[in-house]
């Protein structure tokens, strides 16, 4: 009996030890997703901003040129965190709830995040920024969809859409809500930014996660609203880029497609698309150029944070067995918010609110813009008024979009390659083949993919079941066999819609339409990325081929009953708001 008991023990023991190593060897995950950004913003993918950081992590991971996004916000954050079609998960469009399957504001029970496949790995879940993916934002309702309702342990950051750098109105942490100033866990020595706060916080976690938890893995998701308007930024941030874009649009756009073309991240004769604004007819050029001088302020200083998070990973001793993913959720944004010219500015609009949290004073009240600052006076917007400061609410416009999608067409929300073409950088210290530390991936992926390779890297298994309901399979495939130079498994084309724009990528080809009732255009994406020669009518069976497929597509997703055929989408979408 002794010697039975004695060997119970030995091998309780070595189990223990088992899945200590197996523990070990898990690595941690972060994945850091910029919002707004268009492909070749950040220096290692062509760009004149300062991003060392970044450029960095690319320099010893891996660079991919062609991956891919779901074209906006709300879509591309219910992919990545799902590793499904954005209509699967109930986010076809954005918050909008228009009682169609694939067409809800809130995330759908068919569907599980990352940290809620990764937890029954044994992984805990932090997420710090935007979160973008519940109908509810507010204190009070459902909280049903609140981060921490989907698998992570803790979160910090804005359940909205986007946000006031300085005053973001609402902030949250785990489920409790409150603004800058009753924030009893975080009061910065200087001027509140919420990207910093996002850095901070991230942080924060990664310590406290080392001093509680040594032996188990992570996931953090670092969700920044940077650069996503309004361009706000700290002076001293601005200042760098003073003078940098004076020379206007043409001049930027030229100089990133030839750094493209020496990196290898297009081939050497890629065209650009057409120039959008004519430098020589703005009036303001001062002004112009402080638009998007403060939008490369933007970037920068989420590339400092993202610095500050690697030294924290480096000094806690958990960097060598991290994979961090760094990515867009679509590219350069051309809208034209503030901009207007505009010939009144009045001195005050309001008393001062500060408590409790005034619905009026944040974007998610759908206006254009905020209408005041917390002390009562005006936000300022209009081609007088130099953007940056805390008081100031503008785009950076659809000119400088442009320069920030070189070389390609369109832009966030469409589905030609300046809406959905993203940089990804995969950085796996001791995941990765040293010999592809440095290099270019050109295989084809989307935002659908790293779920698959979050749950290949974790050892974890997906369900098929979650908490009584039935979870979609996954959707995309692992990226992990490039890791160390062997091929994907996709099998199947990639695909895409937004508000009726809609496209299928099936190796080279790619059939692309603009708008609910655009015609479909014919594209061989390896001689053509800029997408500028249509071969639909050279190869109308083809067009046909594909055409079909998106179509069988579109209907086992959800796309299908759309809204868009009204005659006025637009005016749908703001009845559904009211």
């Known amino acids: 009996m002794q010697g039975l008991r004695f060997c119970l023990c030995v091998a309780a023991v070595f189990l223990c030890l088992t899945i200590s190593v197996v523990a070990a060897e898990r690595p941690n995950i972060v994945v850091i997703l910029a919002d707004d950004m268009g492909y070749s913003d950040l220096g290692c993918y062509g760009g004149e901003i300062s991003t060392p950081n970044i450029d960095a992590l690319a320099m010893g991971g891996l660079r991919f040129t062609q991956f891919y996004n779901a074209a906006r916000c709300c879509p591309s954050r219910a992919s990545l965190l799902t590793g499904l079609y954005p209509h699967q998960t109930g986010f076809g469009h954005m918050r909008i709830n228009f009682k169609l399957p694939g067409y809800g504001a809130d995330l759908t029970k068919n569907c599980v995040t990352i940290p809620e496949v990764l937890k029954t790995a044994g992984y805990k879940s932090y997420g710090t920024g935007k979160w973008h993916l519940s109908q509810n934002i507010f204190p009070g309702g459902s909280k049903e969809n609140w981060p921490l309702q989907r698998g992570f342990d803790r979160h910090y950051g804005i359940l909205g859409g986007g946000a006031n750098y300085f005053d973001p109105g609402q902030l949250s942490r785990d489920n409790e809500c409150f603004t800058l100033f009753t924030d009893k866990e975080y009061q910065p020595d200087g001027q509140f930014y919420l990207t910093d706060a996002i850095s901070d916080h991230a942080i924060r976690y990664v310590k406290e996660h080392r001093a509680n938890f040594p032996d188990v ?36 756009r030229e100089a990133r497609l030839a750094r493209m073309k020496e990196l290898g991240l297009v081939p050497k004769d890629t065209e650009l698309s057409s120039q959008l604004g004519d430098w020589n007819a703005v009036a303001k050029k001062d002004w112009e150029a402080r638009c998007m001088e403060v939008y490369a302020a933007m970037i920068d200083r989420m590339d400092q944070g993202i610095g500050r998070i690697v030294d924290t990973l480096q000094r806690s001793g958990q960097y060598d067995n991290t994979v961090i ?99 990804l950088i995969v950085h796996a210290p001791h995941r990765m083949a040293a010999a592809l530390h440095g290099t270019l991936c050109k295989e084809r992926g989307h935002i659908i993919d790293l779920m698959s390779t979050c749950v290949e890297l974790a ?45 299928i990528r099936d190796g080279k080809w790619k059939l692309v339409a603009k708008g609910a009732k655009g015609r479909w255009e014919l594209y061989d994406i390896d001689a053509d990325r800029s997408e500028l020669r249509d071969l639909s009518a050279k190869y109308p069976e083809k067009v046909e081929s594909l055409a079909k497929q998106w179509t069988d597509w579109a209907h086992r997703i959800k796309v299908y009953p759309w809204p868009w055929d009204a005659a006025d989408p637009h005016q749908l979408i703001s009845r559904l708001r009211r």
């Open 217 to 252: 893995p992570f996931f953090m998701y670092v969700a920044y609203n940077a650069p996503h308007w309004p361009i706000h930024a700290p002076e001293e941030t601005v200042r760098k880029y003073k003078g940098k874009y004076d020379a206007g649009y043409g001049p930027i």
């Open 325 to 423: 993913f760094f990515l867009s959720d679509n590219g350069g944004c051309a809208a034209e918010v503030g901009r207007l010219p505009r010939e009144d500015y009045p001195t005050r609009v309001d008393k001062p609110v500060y408590e409790p949290i005034p619905k009026e004073t944040l974007i998610e009240t759908r206006e254009d813009f905020v209408k005041q600052t917390r002390d009562g006076f005006p936000m300022l917007n209009g081609d007088g008024v130099m953007p940056g400061p805390e008081d100031t609410f503008m785009a950076y416009g659809r000119a400088w979009a442009n320069v920030s999608n070189t070389p390609f067409r369109e832009y966030k929300a469409y589905i030609h390659e300046g809406g959905i073409a993203t940089p």
């Open 459 to 503: 050892g974890a298994a997906y369900p098929k079941e979650h908490a009584g309901h039935k979870i979609d399979p996954m959707e995309g495939v692992s990226l992990v066999p490039l890791f160390v130079g062997q091929p994907m498994e996709r099998s199947v084309p990639l695909f895409w819609e937004h508000e009726g724009n809609r496209a």
